[in-house]
């Protein structure tokens, strides 16, 4: 199971809804979570937009994502962080992502970490590998 | 060095199928080690022999199938796969088809990952 073996990273750089990058690269993130490694997943650049809350894609008819990404907890995809600058960047509060699951205990909803880039760049640096959507 | 790579793009539409092509070459011919290619998103299309670009133009899934034939183990992830119409009997020679699970082996048998996407 997760959080074992070798360090990799799935980053998610790509705006949501314009190319499938974001939705295969969730899959990629439930998948890896059932393997001996120790996974973190990072939501940097345009890939932020991914966690703007109240997303809709009925009108682009396609099933999208949201489901999933609200669901990564449960799928024990647990280390999971955001970049600041890129927030920042892109006018999105820190606190106004959405939650990818919720704690067992208190029911309070669980967010990605919000990180500095420097941060980001020392945890990429100990990666074994980092597979890039 | 053990090298493993990730190709997402599709052939022709995008560079990075030729790109990662390039590059493998390229580790090979300086002695590198390439413990396989994972074809994933439009990537899966790289590998199907129903392609039939002009003579004077590189074939794609033919150059993917003569890596495969060295002993590089070539895959072409089956949930991707599924969504774009591409099956067993539509692949060149040398490569086949499996799981996500397999690009995970692959990460963790390789001493680097390398991804070629746009």
């Known amino acids: 199971m997760a959080g074992k073996g070798k360090k990799v990273m799935v980053t998610v750089r790509k705006a949501p809804h314009g190319s499938i990058y974001v939705q295969e690269g969730i899959e990629v993130m439930f998948i890896f979570a059932t393997y001996d490694m120790d996974l973190s997943v990072v939501f940097l650049d345009d890939g932020v937009l991914a966690l703007q809350p109240g997303q809709d894609t009925k009108g682009l008819g396609i099933k999208g994502f949201m489901a999933s990404l609200g669901a990564l907890v449960d799928w024990e995809v647990t280390n999971v962080y955001v970049d600041r600058q890129s927030l920042k960047e892109r006018n999105i509060a820190e606190d106004g992502i959405i939650s990818i699951g919720k704690n067992e205990d208190t029911d309070e909803p669980i967010r990605p970490k919000v990180l500095d880039s420097a941060d980001i760049a020392a945890m990429m640096a100990q990666q074994h590998s980092i597979v890039s959507f | ?101 397999q690009l995970a082996s692959m990460i963790d048998e390789s001493d680097r990952l390398v991804t070629f996407g746009d």
Not at chain 2, 18 to 45: C, N, P
Not at chain 2, 87 to 98: A, G
Request: charged share 25%; net charge neutral.
């Open chain 2, 1 to 101: 060095m053990k090298l493993a790579v990730l190709v997402l793009e599709g052939p022709y539409n995008h560079e990075a199928s030729d790109s990662a092509y390039q590059f493998i070459q390229a580790a090979l011919a300086k002695g590198h080690t390439i413990r396989g290619v994972f074809f994933y998103d439009d990537g899966v299309y790289n590998a199907t022999k129903l392609m039939d670009p002009p003579q004077d133009d590189r074939h794609i899934s033919k150059r993917w199938s003569e890596l495969g034939a060295k002993g590089i183990d070539m895959i072409v992830c089956v949930a991707a796969a599924k969504r774009r119409g591409i099956v067993e009997n539509v692949l060149v020679p040398n490569v086949r088809i499996s799981g996500l699970g």
